[in-house]
């Protein structure tokens, strides 16, 4: 383990209670996640995750709040890094203008790289569906958070 790897994500909840997550193909492995990912050398979190929301989600964000930042050991599924995720609960600007799907990996097109959008009840969130360390806690985290509240 040489390097550590920062991640930016952002919680992105509806008047619905419904968290957006994105589904995720590389290269045949499949993923579920909070939209967000790596942080570039020279960046700050926050402009990070609003570079993140542009380039997957092509829309502009404000962050809210902080969420969560990675408490324990996580190695990361691609390569030798330690990865460090910082989650932050944000609202986008303007209506989102993706094609929401309803099923998991329910991918337009073919290529390497595929990527789909959902909405999800926060209730109803799949803690198996999510596939990596810190987004299950993440997504329990809501899960608690939002039982509590409603």
């Not at 790596?38 to 990070?48: A, R, S």
């Not at 691609?78 to 998991?104: C, G, H, M, R, W």
Request: with cysteine; charged share 30%; aromatic share 14%.
């Amino acid at each position: 383990m040489s390097y550590f790897n920062v991640r930016v994500y952002g919680l992105l909840i509806n008047q619905n209670n419904e968290v957006l997550v994105s589904d995720e193909e590389e290269y045949g492995f499949r993923f579920s996640k909070f939209p967000g990912g790596g942080l570039e050398l020279g960046e700050g979190l926050i402009d990070g995750l609003k570079r993140e929301f542009v380039e997957e989600c092509d829309a502009e964000i404000e962050v809210l709040s902080h969420f969560y930042t990675t408490d324990f050991f996580e190695k990361s599924s691609f390569n030798d890094s330690q990865v460090i995720s910082v989650y932050y609960i944000v609202k986008e600007k303007a209506p989102l203008q993706l094609a929401f799907k309803d099923t998991i990996y329910d991918f337009d097109g073919e290529g390497e790289i595929l990527q789909a959008f959902r909405w999800v009840k926060i209730e109803d969130l799949s803690i198996e569906d999510i596939t990596f360390k810190t987004d299950k806690t993440v997504g329990q985290l809501l899960k608690n958070q939002y039982s509590v509240n409603l």
